[in-house]
């Protein structure tokens, strides 16, 4: 397991520094988001972004729009709140319009999540279109790596294929088809091992078995490509998992993604808190 305690305490430690405003995407009412967000309103000033039909929800301050994920993007891009959590928006128009505003692109964006057991690791790819390339799912694992390192805790870096390293060896001289494409991966983890050892890294070609590498405490996982690492998300979260927090990382601002099968957000604004305070550069001692 990461080592949860030195990494909780950080971020307990964050929250508490200051209570920031940030704004929520909400695309319709929901009475468990609702409670959720009630629970994080100790961590910062929440208010809701979306259509009117939410506007009901008096609690919270509530801003209706009929492009939702244009203001909550404006709202994040002018500096008008700390921070976004994309919440049930469309998470591709919420990008979009923040990057057609501003120029800026994120660089990575990593799911901390914990699984039923208490395991706490970072997932990444996640979305789909993301990590198609050695080259990627590289510079993936490096800047993970400082992230993890930043919080004080030793990287341990998983990389994963489509095949055993008794397949590959049998079928290693196939370049075509399905088989063809099962080699390609094995050689990309292979290759992406020897690149991260480079820089000191403590990293492991793990091929299929994603369990063993949680068992050896692995607190990194870099899947095959976005879309099996989306798969493996959405597998944990229906097993009784819960996503910590999945930041766009590599903005000026702080901007909060999530899954769409999620209902409690408690830890995605208590994380996002604690990243608005970080990036404030207020040093905890």
């Not at 492009?67 to 128009?93: H, N």
């Not at 590289?138 to 390293?165: D, H, M, Q, T, Y």
């Not at 095959?224 to 097993?239: D, W």
Request: proline share 4%; hydrophobic share 40%.
């Amino acid at each position: 397991m990461m080592e949860v305690s030195r990494f909780i305490k950080k971020i307990d430690q964050l929250v508490k520094i200051n209570k920031p405003i940030i704004a929520f995407g909400l695309a319709r009412p929901d009475k468990q988001i609702i409670e959720s967000l009630k629970k994080a309103s100790k961590y910062a000033r929440i208010i809701l972004v979306g259509p009117r039909l939410i506007k009901k929800h008096s609690n919270f301050d509530v801003i209706a729009d009929k492009d939702p994920e244009k203001k909550l993007a404006l709202l994040l891009a002018q500096d008008k709140v700390d921070g976004i959590v994309r919440g049930t928006l469309d998470s591709f128009k919420v990008y979009e319009n923040y990057t057609k505003i501003t120029g800026e692109k994120y660089t990575i964006m990593p799911a901390l999540i914990e699984d039923s057991l208490g395991r706490i690791f970072f997932l990444e790819p996640i979305s789909n279109p993301e990590g198609w390339s050695k080259e990627e799912r590289l510079k993936i694992a490096k800047e993970l790596a400082n992230l993890v390192k930043e919080f004080g805790i030793s990287p341990r870096i998983a990389v994963f294929s489509g095949e055993r390293e008794g397949s590959y060896n049998q079928k290693k001289d196939t370049k075509d088809g399905v088989i063809g494409i099962l080699n390609k991966t094995y050689e990309d983890a292979e290759w992406i091992s020897k690149k991260i050892k480079q820089y000191g890294y403590n990293i492991k070609n793990y091929t299929i078995e994603l369990n063993l590498a949680i068992e050896d405490n692995y607190n990194i996982l870099i899947p095959v490509n976005g879309m099996v690492g989306n798969q493996l998300a959405r597998i944990i979260l229906s097993c009784g998992g819960r996503v910590m927090m999945i930041p766009r990382l590599g903005l000026s601002r702080c901007y909060e993604e999530c899954s769409r099968t999620e209902k409690d957000f408690k830890n995605h604004v208590k994380w996002l808190v604690a990243l608005i305070n970080k990036k404030r550069k207020i040093r905890i001692k």
